[in-house]
């Protein structure tokens, strides 16, 4: 894995009487867990009152108090849910200006993506000043770093989130989550560790409740979205290197196609030709969440089209895989 500075993630801090209770009040995971010896990261999303997802989060403790990272694009949902529920309160927060997010890529994903790059140079948490924190989803392993230079450390944000979406890891690869109105199931988070079922109340845990037992239906399930050219091509006869391989979106193409076909189509789709690009389909039910040029992507799809599993995507035919997502991408 390549440690990398990951752009468009911000980083606020909470400290106070209350700060504990006040986040424990917002957030959808049990942030009693942390303690600052483990420097353990909790993963959560922040909901309305309607179980709609406003914004992402990775939470962990810091001395006296608790920094929390979210996506840039939901710092105005984020900064709304917060002054709206302080109240009386006794709990202060700021946006850190001067922190920095780094996080882990694999190595073949970034050679496959930036072959001209120089091969990177590993700092050291000493010349950093960083401290190292653990997730649970060890996708989500991270290093922080306050009030420090820019390091010599690469920017890996693309290549970064192309390992997430060949993971099915949609939550953070989306800019404003408020906008798409959709709930924590939709995006298989309660398989991923997002969800605690037994802690106190906080907000949207009542439509959490109803979901949990089964009163209440979410309405989309994640999907991996694929150009049918890829699936109807010859065997690449250059992808007898494998790659990947632990990643979700080839496990789905071996169980489908095969070892050999989920290979050669990996070397189809994550190549130097790969960029993010808009995504747009004649079909208004499928809520796009990233989409790549070489034709591969995630998005959203309702439960009752399930049936129906070929949609128009850029004037093109591409077939949807649905996403069994898993917890163990333990290996750094």
Known sequence: MILGRLGGRAIF?????????????????????LDNAKKRLIGCVFLGSDGRIQADGLVHRRENGYMVEIGTGNLEAFTKLVRRRKLAAKVEYRLEQESIVYGYTPRKIVRRVSPTEPEATQPTDASLHVTQYTADLHLLNRKYAFNEPISEAPDLTMPHRLHLALNGFGLTLVKDLSSLKILPQDLALHKMGFIAKNKGCYVGQEIMNRIL??????????????????????LDESSSESFCTDATFYRTLDRHFGGPKAASILHRVVNQETTEQPMATTD???????????????????????????????????????????TSHKQL
């Open 13 to 33: 801090s909470f400290w106070g009487t209350d700060s504990f209770t006040f986040l424990q009040g917002l957030t959808t995971n049990d942030i009693s867990l």
């Open 213 to 234: 037992n089964k009163t209440l239906m979410h309405k989309y399930q994640l999907h991996f979205l694929l150009r049918r050219d890829h699936i109807d091509a010859p």
């Open 284 to 326: 208004a039910k499928i809520i796009p969440l990233v989409y790549y040029s070489t034709g591969f992507g995630l998005g959203l799809i309702p439960q009752r089209s399930m049936s129906k599993n070929n949609f128009i995507i850029n004037e093109l035919e591409h077939i949807s895989l649905s996403v069994l997502p898993s």
